[in-house]
């Protein structure tokens, strides 16, 4: 009965922890056995709430020996559902939590105060941000938000930085740094950069100027000016730097085709799973072919000939498969693609279909003489 009476089970008033006196022990020792003016225990972490089976269950607040409080669900002795933690900083409470937790850790959706005052609001995973969220940063930053996709704690997927000083980016992310495609708008010259980007840095793309209304919804944060020239800079009627008009031949060709090659060093780089890597001269071989099929050099091939363009790579595919990818990619026949956008679906497709080089194709894989005057 004594037993039974000393389980902890149900609601119940402050329990008090006790832990080891490390200066009683040490003073014990050091006097031969004959005791210490210590308390052999010193108090530790409180907890007032529900208990099962002798562990924190239910409803309950805990306060750990640094200060440190929780207060929401528990299971089985751990933090588990709905709960708020603060920390102690200064001799105050700091609320820096509040959401679900799983396992004692943060999981699920949950709001988390930064020391700096940045805020996130989102998803979480294993104490990491892991999913959709937003971080709204602190005033005084180089930043206003980030809204996006997230993993492993780091901006990983689709997402929308907007700066301070009016700049947004809208891109692909990978471990915090800007990969893929993406555009950047600068504010105080109203263009935009659009292109592929390499471990935070542009790579290729075009620089043309922004679309109307680009910036009406994304207002500087703190700045009375957007423009930083001022004085004979701002007076300058051309333009800050005078520098002469410079052309490509083909332009879009040339841009497509860096675009392709980035993404397939990219997916080399990352070892990405269900896509084929082509080598150069692949590379090389269906820029022949795309060509053959863009009879006017615009660039583009329609998805009308994909079929034909992706059988001419040797690529064993039906024509009700390509029907579905193009329907997938809510397109239709007259639906424009890039080189880039060929060599994407032609990785994706040979790695499904396990590839193996058609040897009646039209053009086959490293069999060019090296005289290719295609561009």
Partial sequence: ????????????RTVYGVRANNKYHEEVRMNGGRGSTEFPFKGGDT????????VEEGFGTKTWVKGHKYEGEWMAGMRHGKGTFWVKEGGRLRKQYAGDWQ?????????????????????????????AGVIKYADGSDCIMYDGSWANG??????????????????????????????????STSKVYEGEW????PKCGEF???????????????????????????SNSAGVFALPD??????????????????????KDLGAPGLKVFESNEIQSLKKIFAAYDERDTGFVTCGDLLGLLQAAGVNVTPST???????????????????????????????EGYEPDQSAEFDFGQGDGQDTYM
């Fill in 1 to 12: 009965m004594k037993d039974r009476a000393a389980e902890r089970n149900g609601a119940r």
């Fill in 47 to 54: 907890y007032v709430g529900e208990w099962a089976n002798n």
């Fill in 103 to 131: 396992n004692d850790q943060r999981h699920g959706q949950g709001i988390f105060m930064m020391a700096n005052g940045d805020k996130f609001e989102g998803e979480w995973m294993s104490n990491e941000r892991h999913g």
């Fill in 154 to 187: 780091k901006r990983t997927g689709l997402g929308v930085l907007t700066m301070a000083n009016g700049d947004r980016y809208e891109g692909h992310w990978l471990d915090d740094k800007k990969e893929g495609p993406g555009r950047y708008f600068y504010r």
């Fill in 198 to 201: 390499v471990d935070d840095i």
């Fill in 208 to 234: 043309k100027e922004a679309p109307p209304g680009s910036f009406d919804d994304f207002p500087v944060g703190g700045q009375a000016d957007a423009n930083p020239f001022t004085g004979a800079a701002a």
């Fill in 246 to 267: 410079l052309k490509l031949i083909q332009p879009d060709s040339v841009v497509t085709e860096a675009v392709a090659t980035i993404r397939q060093q990219r997916a």
């Fill in 322 to 352: 390509v029907e579905d990818l193009v329907l997938s990619l809510e397109a239709d026949s007259a639906t424009q693609l890039t080189f880039a956008e060929f060599v994407d679906i032609a990785a994706l497709l040979m790695d499904a």
